[in-house]
């Protein structure tokens, strides 16, 4: 079930660029979509420190923090990434990370599992399209965005 356009209103999302990654266009325009989309976006941009999403994510009350790694370092930029958030009190935000998250050729189930298991509640692949993050977040955010507590 899609959330409404008002539903959407009320879901803040955090997005930017991990790490000393400046691969900025795919991120813009995930940002650029989601906020076509209804969603509030906070874009943090390019060369973007962990501890800055954590920060902006408390300042704004945040629903989802969108990290995008396309340097293939994602997996050490974001080590420790969910720990930050549950020292920081943000322990039910929702974690998506996308991009070309390693270096080399990798089965990307294995990539995913890995990013999962690092606390993100969703990994997306290189070449994910917006209506597909959109439809993810619109599942994942229901409860949040009907007011339910997290």
Same mark, same amino acid.
């Given at each position: 079930?899609? !959330?409404?356009?008002?539903?959407?209103?009320?879901?803040?999302?955090?997005? &930017?660029?991990?790490? %000393?990654?400046?691969?900025?266009?795919? =991120?813009?325009?995930? #940002?650029? @979509?989601?906020? $076509?989309?209804?969603? $509030?976006?906070? %874009? !943090? +941009?390019? !060369?973007?420190? @962990?501890? /800055?999403?954590? $920060?902006?994510?408390?300042?704004? *009350? *945040? /629903? %989802?923090?969108?990290? #995008? #790694?396309?340097?293939?370092?994602?997996?050490?930029?974001?080590? +420790?990434?969910? /720990?930050?958030?549950?020292?920081?009190?943000?322990?039910?935000?929702?974690?998506?990370? &996308?991009? =070309?998250?390693?270096?080399?050729?990798?089965?990307?189930? /294995?990539?995913?599992?890995?990013?999962? %298991?690092?606390?993100?509640?969703?990994?997306?692949?290189? &070449?994910?399209?917006?209506?597909?993050?959109?439809?993810?977040?619109?599942?994942?955010? $229901?409860?949040?965005? =009907?007011?339910?507590? @997290?």
């Amino acid at each position: 079930m899609s !959330l409404t356009p008002e539903q959407r209103g009320n879901v803040t999302l955090i997005t &930017g660029v991990i790490g %000393a990654d400046t691969h900025i266009v795919g =991120n813009r325009i995930l #940002s650029m @979509a989601l906020e $076509k989309e209804g969603f $509030k976006v906070v %874009a !943090l +941009g390019a !060369l973007t420190p @962990a501890e /800055d999403f954590v $920060k902006a994510a408390i300042e704004t *009350a *945040a /629903d %989802a923090i969108l990290v #995008s #790694s396309l340097y293939g370092q994602g997996e050490l930029d974001c080590r +420790g990434f969910r /720990d930050m958030c549950i020292e920081a009190g943000l322990e039910d935000i929702t974690l998506y990370v &996308g991009g =070309n998250l390693v270096v080399g050729k990798q089965a990307w189930e /294995d990539v995913e599992q890995r990013y999962i %298991a690092m606390g993100f509640d969703r990994a997306f692949p290189p &070449g994910t399209r917006t209506p597909d993050v959109v439809a993810m977040l619109d599942e994942d955010l $229901k409860d949040k965005a =009907n007011g339910a507590a @997290a």
